[in-house]
């Protein structure tokens, strides 16, 4: 039973931090005005994505006889007022909006690190995390490539 505790907690963990990067990519796209209309279509794709992977872990959730958590981590709530609070002493320039998302990108990567550690996932949830979380590697290195071009 605690296994089975233990292994909601984790996917659960993992829909927050999607929420987390749903809400960021949201305010991201506010933030970055009509002058960076690609940035917003590269956030719009990362929010799909999200979506995406939030459903998945939602549907083994649900498997498990729970449901999905729908609110974010503490921490994404910290990443979200960091973000505003950068965007009035910085403005919305691209280069700090691409720093505020790379900043949240990190977290999720940490989220899906610290899941894979645990020992008591089953093989086929650590293989869709372990999915995911090359998906979401490969938007944090594109966050990460703008980053560095702005």
């Known amino acids: 039973m605690e296994t089975k505790e233990a292994t909601i907690d984790v996917l659960n963990d993992l ?3 999607n929420n987390d ?3 960021g990519y949201e305010r991201a796209i506010k933030e970055a ?3 960076n209309a ?6 719009s794709r990362f929010i799909a994505d999200s979506h995406q992977c939030k459903m998945e872990l939602g549907t083994e959730i649900q498997a498990l006889g729970e449901d999905m ?3 974010s981590t503490t921490s ?3 990443y979200r007022a960091w973000m505003e609070v950068k965007a009035v002493f910085t403005g919305n320039g691209r280069k700090a909006i691409l720093e505020s998302c790379e900043y949240g990108e990190d977290a999720a990567q940490r ?3 610290e899941a894979l550690d645990d020992d008591e996932l089953p093989a086929f ?3 869709i995390i372990t999915r995911q979380q090359m998906r979401l590697r490969s938007d944090h290195d594109e966050i990460k490539a703008m980053r560095d071009v702005a």
């Open 38 to 43: 690609d940035l917003k279509e590269v956030f």
């Open 76 to 78: 994404g709530k910290i």
């Open 69 to 71: 958590d729908t609110g």
């Open 21 to 23: 990067r749903i809400a």
């Open 125 to 127: 949830l650590r293989e």
């Open 111 to 113: 989220a899906y690190r």
């Open 33 to 35: 005005g009509d002058e």
């Open 15 to 17: 829909v927050q931090i």
